[in-house]
């Protein structure tokens, strides 16, 4: 359907309002940040804290980590703050930081042993009613995939990436990003269809 | 419960996606990003105040620095003056004669050559 509209609709359609004024807003906030201004880069912060917790929580092993890596990366931008040329967009160099942060904090905590890994995964942080077999065997399943192959399938899947701020993220070629998705779904469907075969 | 996988064209799998999104779903409450936010503008203040503290002592660390390269200049240049005057001394003392030693004068006897008294001065004390 796409491909009938005439090219142009697609590439000169307007910027809609209210993302421009945000952009605008946005690079006001950089520009008074980057001269010192603190309340305005906590106004960054603020605009941009859930989604950089999302890129580490696809990271990190538990909620813990992907605080202290949402925490360790703003620290980060702001003592970079003033290498951040404002006609960047501000979002993907911080989730570029806020990445390299997770990727640290998992280094450093080594977390390799699937077992503490599947408690940490299946733990319920917000809703804990929706512990159901669906739930625990995808956990298992995700305890099962590599650290990257999963925080390449939540950033896409889950957060909605696409493959090359996946790949600038995590500092890995684009083919390596799509690569891992797609391992990391056949081994969670794999790990799904086991449990659709034995109910 | 059965999973019957639905793949969407992108290869997406919906249950799965929504399975995901369940375990890895963000806190919802406001008060939590609040919180959250308050808690890194406070570790940014604490990070800066350290910094703060931290400069005037890197700046005294380095004058420090330079000065104690300055003490160990000083004295190794102090210390080759000294061993070179040593060496001085030392040379001096072994191809001068002292001024203030006593001459022996060499007596000829009557038996003695000059050779003879040549060789009585040389290994005299």
Do not use: C
Request: proline content about 5%; hydrophobic content about 45%.
């Amino acid at each position: 359907m796409l491909a009938a509209l005439p090219l142009h609709t697609v590439v000169s359609e307007p910027q809609p309002p209210i993302e421009a004024q945000a952009r605008a807003q946005e690079r006001e906030l950089v520009l008074a940040a980057q001269r010192g201004d603190r309340e305005a880069f906590a106004g960054l912060v603020r605009l941009h804290e859930r989604r950089a917790y999302a890129v580490a929580r696809a990271i990190t092993a538990t909620h813990e980590d992907a605080e202290d890596a949402v925490q360790d990366g703003f620290l980060h931008a702001f003592r970079a703050l003033d290498r951040f040329r404002p006609e960047q967009a501000f979002g993907a160099w911080l989730h570029r930081i806020v990445a390299n942060a997770a990727l640290d904090i998992g280094r450093r905590r080594k977390v390799r042993d699937s077992e503490a890994l599947t408690e940490s995964v299946s733990l319920p942080f917000r809703d804990p009613a929706e512990q159901d077999e669906l739930r625990r065997r995808l956990s298992d399943g995700l305890a099962l995939l590599s650290q990257r192959q999963r925080a390449v399938i939540v950033l896409h899947d889950v957060e909605g990436f696409t493959h090359g701020e996946i790949a600038g993220m995590l500092g890995i070629p684009e083919g390596t990003a799509r690569s891992d998705l797609h391992h990391a779904r056949a081994s969670l469907r794999k790990q799904l269809s086991e449990f659709r075969s034995h109910p | 419960m059965t999973y019957e996988p639905r793949i969407g064209p992108d290869g997406r799998d919906d249950d799965l996606t929504r399975a995901l999104r369940q375990i890895y779903a963000a806190p919802a409450e406001e008060g939590y990003w609040s919180t959250l936010a308050q808690r890194i503008m406070s570790r940014i203040a604490g990070a800066v105040e350290a910094e703060s503290w931290w400069s005037p002592l890197a700046d005294w660390a380095r004058v420090g620095i330079v000065a104690a390269a300055a003490a160990v200049i000083v004295a190794g240049l102090a210390l080759t003056k000294s061993r070179e005057a040593e060496a001085r001394l030392a040379y001096d003392t072994i191809i001068e004669t002292p001024r203030t030693a006593p001459l022996q004068i060499a007596t000829e006897h009557g038996s003695g050559s000059v050779r003879d008294a040549t060789l009585r001065y040389v290994i005299s004390p």
